[in-house]
C-alpha cells in the first residue's frame, strides 16, 4: 500500500495549512493524493463530528465520547482511507489515533491500554506510515484557534477549546510521549517556526518516504 501521513497537534497548530500546502505539492508532481479529517472525512464520520464537537453537548462523558471517535475512525478507514491507500494514492490525514491516545487518554485520563486496544481496532490495523506531530506550548495554539474560530465564524466547533488550559498541558505531555515512544514514526516540529520552513521540512521527510515506497 502507498504511503499513509498523518498531521497531529494540539489546538491552532497550524497543520490545516501544511496539509494543504503539501497536497498542492504532491499534485504538481503528479502524485495521487486525498487530504481527509478525523473525526469526519466521510457522510457518517462527518455526522458523528458534529455531535462530538457540538458545544451543548457539556454532557458527553468520556467514555461515550471515546467511542463516537473510534466508530467515526472504523468507518473512514473502510470507506476512505483503505480504499484510497489500496489504489495507489497518499493519504493526507489531519489527526488520526493518535489524537485518541493524547485528548481521550492523557487529557480525559481514559486508561491507554483501552484506548490501544480500541485504535488497533477501529483502524482496522491500519498505522501511519509517517506522523507529523506540530508542536508548540498549548497556551500559544490555543489563542491562535480561538482567533481562528472568530473569524470563520466556527463557534459550534468550540466544545474543546472551551476546556481548561491544564487539559489542553496534558494533551501535548500525552503527544510527546507518543513521540518519545516511537520516533522512527513521529516527526516532532516546532510549530512556531515560520510556515515555509515547516514546509521545508516536512517535504524532506516525504520525499524519503517517496522514494522507499517505490
Ligand atoms: P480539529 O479541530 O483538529 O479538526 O479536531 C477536532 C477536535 O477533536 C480537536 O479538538 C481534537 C479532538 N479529537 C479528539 O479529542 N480525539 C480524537 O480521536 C480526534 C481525532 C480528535
Not at 489504489?87 to 481514559?110: E, P
Not at 516511537?182 to 516525504?206: A, L, T
Request: glycine share 6%.
Amino acid at each position: 500500500m502507498s504511503p499513509f501521513i498523518t498531521f497531529e497537534g494540539v489546538e491552532g497548530s497550524g497543520k490545516t495549512t501544511q496539509i494543504q500546502r503539501l497536497k498542492k505539492y504532491l499534485t504538481q508532481k503528479g502524485i495521487p493524493c486525498k487530504v481527509t479529517r478525523e473525526p469526519g472525512g466521510c457522510p457518517i464520520g462527518e455526522k458523528v463530528r458534529k455531535i462530538l464537537l457540538n458545544p451543548d453537548h457539556h454532557k458527553m462523558v468520556s467514555m461515550s465520547e471515546l467511542l463516537l471517535y473510534e466508530a467515526a475512525r472504523a468507518q473512514h478507514v473502510k470507506e476512505v482511507i483503505e480504499p484510497f491507500l489500496k489504489k495507489g494514492g497518499i493519504v493526507l490525514c489531519d489527526r488520526f489515533s493518535d489524537a485518541t491516545l493524547a485528548y481521550q487518554g492523557y487529557g480525559r485520563k481514559i486508561n491507554l491500554k483501552w484506548i490501544e486496544r480500541l485504535n488497533h481496532l477501529s483502524s482496522w490495523g491500519i498505522k501511519p506510515d509517517v506522523t507529523f506531530l506540530l508542536d508548540c506550548p498549548s497556551e500559544i495554539g490555543l489563542k491562535r484557534a480561538l482567533q481562528r474560530n472568530r473569524t470563520l465564524k466556527q463557534e459550534n466547533e468550540e466544545r474543546f477549546e472551551k476546556e481548561k488550559i491544564q487539559f489542553h498541558r496534558r494533551v501535548r505531555k500525552g503527544y510527546l510521549a507518543i513521540a518519545k515512544k516511537e520516533p522512527r514514526r513521529v516527526k516532532v516540529i516546532d510549530s512556531r517556526q515560520s510556515e515555509d520552513k515547516i514546509f521545508n521540512k516536512i517535504c524532506n521527510f516525504v520525499d524519503k518516504l517517496i522514494v522507499r515506497s517505490k
